[in-house]
């Protein structure tokens, strides 16, 4: 039974106001010269083939381009490709309209860096700036316009693939990485040399899909988008982002790419967001398998209704929107709409003005320099989950070392997925960098047993290696495409036949570290007890095999700490800090409280862990004032000591918990974190500003309110309750003379 066909526009079908009026006149008056044929074709983006991101045919793009079809490519890369398929745009076609070129340049171009997920580990904004512009630099030096990163979404699932590429399971991570890494890749002006468009991805809750399956659909409630989905794409947005891409999932039986209410409603009305909407990767045409459209017109028409400017890959905007001008679905102010967003961005990037962006190249000084960040990145990426027996850092005396596992010397899956332009005959493997940091050890290398399959042939050979080695260091995880998209894990723990021997060589009782390479947390509960050392070092890049020697031999110590819960079992899911207490909160010898039979609630290591080469003690907080109104701010102070025989750094937490309000409240929230590096014995303090504004939340109506009340706040190295030492301030009304002026804000953030 055919239902109404709805067009998914908000109210009014006319652009959002104000739009017009920025418009420059050059747009204008380009525009009104257009056919439709040609704004069609600039809402038309095609993949070229220097990469693969999704279900491809071959595309002749190019005729696309000389056509004027085609207004924007991807997954095209290289100044002299760049250029001609530019000239023919700009040559070729009546009004010569520049392309635009974009890119999956999620952590590096040539140079790759560490995973998101590893460099959320370094909880350093600066950091995170700064390899964004590095990657920029690189982007442009190849001709690319825009880049597809940030990828902004939480996630508290590790069977999904995807959690590799975002800021971990908290949105005031992921508010940190939306501003540091639009900064990094825009710079101030998209028009100066060396800055790229950036695209907040993938809008909205895309990391809560259904059982950790990617692409399946999202439930999640209206308070989860507001506290947890939405603030990262928020402060994108206050940051200037470029483009914004709607998520592949529907919300709650809603296609994100057909969301009116969030994309034309949300985004553009009410967050002012007047940058490009872009779809994903068939998108438009994938509204047909969500079954909300009967055609492609349809789907077309949905999408663009929805604010969708740019169809990527279904051409459904060029071959259908002329019939659904017809059939009254779309309106041409929509599409003039779209057109004029387009080649606004056009214009921002300099692209009428100078369409090759021919800047000076970057010098093999600048790649250099590119790499020792890398390292930099990467040493700070690594987390040493324990450290057993102290095997770390290894003794200079150490000179028979096996290195056993299948990611030894395994370049490719050192860069991790989304490497598209990174050139693996130059990256670092753990052997490598072993060799050179250690040029007088005699190191054995025995893969054991293949990344998967069945294979043991090789264990005698590991046995063998470890029974005559001073040290083992045991290489596993998962290689660079079990993880990321379309790289969901039902049993995400080591695969094949790596358990059988990692756990081989362990009962030889050797002295021990387990280097684990993975897009996500691997879900082993038995490894802990057997092992000395483990270290997650995720996916880290071109210089993996360097950091990790800078970090096995003490040159540096691990300055990673988990942006993710690491749990202790598939059954946990999701696990994270910011659970709410429920009204039976767990308590071990009480039946009837929240907890399983078999498994602790607790992960197997918190949000946060990770230790390094010496210890730290962490005093209460200190509050500047033990009062907060709106509009006010503290400072939190708290004082660290280093009591360890080693120089390190410290990263520090700031949580609060509101324990009575108008609705129950996550049994913590994140509100800062910092980093502090303290030679032995030496005390330092860090410092936080609480903003009243900070401890808005959603009331029961979602309304963002400010209640008096006590907070209890915390600082410590983790989300772990037991390594946390609190204080409380009192939240007080605004005094009479502001709070005239506070009415509370209703709706969304
Ligand atoms: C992919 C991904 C998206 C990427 C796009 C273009 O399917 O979902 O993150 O930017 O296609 O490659």
């Given at each position: 039974m055919r239902r109404p066909f709805r067009t998914g526009k908000a109210a009014s079908a006319t652009p959002r106001r104000g739009l017009k009026a920025s418009l420059s006149s050059r747009v204008k008056a380009l525009t009104a010269k257009m056919t439709l044929a040609e704004k069609l074709g600039q809402l038309n983006m095609l993949s070229a083939d220097f990469a693969v991101t999704g279900a491809y045919v071959p595309i002749r793009y190019l005729d696309g381009v000389r056509s004027g079809a085609v207004g924007s490519i991807f997954n095209l890369w290289g100044r002299e490709a760049a250029r001609a398929a530019q000239k023919m745009a700009l040559e070729e076609t009546r009004l010569g309209i520049p392309l635009l070129f974009a890119l999956d340049v999620i952590h590096g171009q040539r140079t790759i860096f560490p995973i998101p997920l590893a460099e959320a580990c370094a909880?350093?904004?600066?950091?995170?700036?700064?390899?964004?512009?590095?990657?920029?630099?690189?982007?442009?030096?190849?001709?690319?316009?825009?880049?597809?990163?940030?990828?902004?979404?939480?996630?508290?699932?590790?069977r999904w693939g995807r959690i590799s590429e975002g800021p971990g399971e908290d949105p005031f991570v992921g508010v940190a990485m939306a501003r540091a890494k639009t900064r990094g890749y825009q710079g101030e002006d998209l028009r100066k040399p060396g800055n790229v468009a950036a695209t907040a991805k993938h809008f909205i809750a895309y990391g809560a899909a259904e059982a950790g399956r990617d692409y399946a659909a999202v439930d999640v409630s209206d308070r989860q988008l507001d506290e947890i989905y939405l603030p990262p794409f928020k402060a994108a947005v206050e940051a200037g982002v470029a483009a914004i891409m709607p998520a592949f999932n529907d919300l709650s039986g809603v296609p994100m790419t057909a969301h009116g209410a969030l994309l034309d409603g949300l985004l553009r009305r009410r967050w002012r967001f007047d940058g490009v909407l872009i779809s994903d990767y068939t998108a438009v045409q994938e509204l047909l398998n969500h079954g909300v459209a009967a055609d492609l017109v349809e789907a077309a028409a949905l999408a663009i209704n929805a604010?969708?400017?740019?169809?990527?890959?279904?051409?459904?905007?060029?071959?259908?929107?002329?019939?659904?001008?017809?059939?009254?679905?779309?309106?041409?102010?929509?599409?003039?709409?779209?057109?004029?967003?387009?080649?606004?961005?056009?214009?921002?990037?300099?692209?009428?003005?100078?369409?090759?962006?021919?800047?000076?190249?970057?010098?093999?000084?600048?790649?250099?320099?590119?790499?020792?960040?890398?390292?930099?990145?990467?040493?700070?990426?690594?987390?040493?989950?324990?450290?057993?027996?102290?095997?770390?850092?290894?003794?200079?005396?150490a000179r028979r070392i096996a290195m056993i596992g299948p990611l030894a010397d395994?370049?490719?899956?050192?860069?991790?997925?989304?490497?598209?332009?990174?050139?693996?005959?130059?990256?670092?493997?753990?052997?490598?960098?072993?060799?050179?940091?250690?040029?007088?050890?005699?190191i054995r290398v025995s893969r054991g047993v293949p990344i998967d399959g069945d294979d043991v042939s090789g264990l005698a050979d590991a046995v063998r290696a470890a029974r005559d080695a001073d040290l083992v260091l045991l290489c596993v995880g998962e290689n660079d495409h079990m993880s990321g998209e379309a790289s969901s894990r039902a049993d995400p723990g080591l695969p094949g036949r790596q358990r059988e021997l990692v756990e081989t060589v362990l009962a030889l009782g050797r002295p021990s570290v387990v280097i684990l390479s993975s897009g996500r947390p691997l879900i082993l509960p038995w490894l802990a007890a057997q092992a000395d050392a483990v270290l997650a070092t995720w996916q880290l890049g071109h210089e993996a095999g360097h950091a990790l020697a800078d970090v096995l031999t003490g040159a540096r110590e691990p300055g990673g700490r988990l942006p993710v819960s690491w749990p202790r079992a598939v059954g946990q899911i999701p696990v994270f800090f910011g659970q709410r207490p429920t009204g039976r909160p767990m308590h071990p010898e009480q039946q009837y409280t929240s907890k399983y039979l078999d498994v602790a609630n607790t992960p197997e290591f918190h949000f946060g862990h990770g230790i390094g080469y010496t210890r730290?003690?962490?005093?209460?907080?200190?509050?500047?004032?033990?009062?907060?109104?709106?509009?006010?701010?503290?400072?939190?102070?708290?004082t660290l000591k280093n009591v360890g025989s080693r120089s390190g750094e410290e990263t520090v937490f700031l949580f609060t918990r509101d324990k009575v309000a108008s609705v129950a409240r996550p049994a913590l929230e994140l509100r800062g974190f910092a980093k502090i590096a303290l030679?032995?014995?030496?005390?330092?303090?860090?410092?936080?500003?609480?903003?009243a504004d900070d401890l808005i939340f959603p009331d029961a109506a979602l309304t963002p309110v400010f209640e008096p009340g006590e907070v209890e706040i915390y600082v410590g190295p983790s989300a772990d309750p037991s390594r946390l030492v609190g204080a409380s301030v009192t939240l007080e009304r605004a005094a009479p003379a502001a709070s005239k002026g506070r009415a509370a804000r209703r709706g969304r953030l």
């Open positions: 909880f350093d904004v600066g950091l995170w700036e700064r390899t964004a512009r590095a990657a920029a630099a690189e982007t442009a030096d190849d001709g690319v316009h825009m880049t597809f990163a940030p990828m902004l979404d939480v996630c508290r699932d590790p604010g969708v400017d740019v169809d990527m890959m279904s051409q459904a905007y060029v071959t259908c929107l002329p019939e659904a001008l017809e059939r009254g679905l779309v309106t041409m102010a929509t599409i003039d709409a779209a057109v004029a967003r387009v080649l606004t961005l056009k214009e921002r990037l300099g692209l009428f003005d100078d369409p090759y962006r021919e800047t000076a190249a970057l010098t093999p000084g600048d790649f250099a320099a590119h790499r020792a960040l890398a390292r930099e990145a990467a040493t700070r990426s690594i987390v040493m989950l324990q450290n057993r027996r102290e095997v770390l850092p290894l003794s200079p005396t395994s370049p490719q899956d050192m860069l991790g997925s989304w490497a598209g332009a990174g050139d693996r005959t130059t990256v670092v493997t753990f052997l490598d960098g072993l060799r050179a940091a250690m040029p007088d050890a005699a730290f003690t962490c005093g209460a907080p200190r509050a500047s004032a033990s009062t907060l109104a709106p509009g006010e701010r503290l400072t939190i102070e708290a030679k032995p014995g030496a005390r330092g303090v860090v410092r936080f500003e609480l903003r």
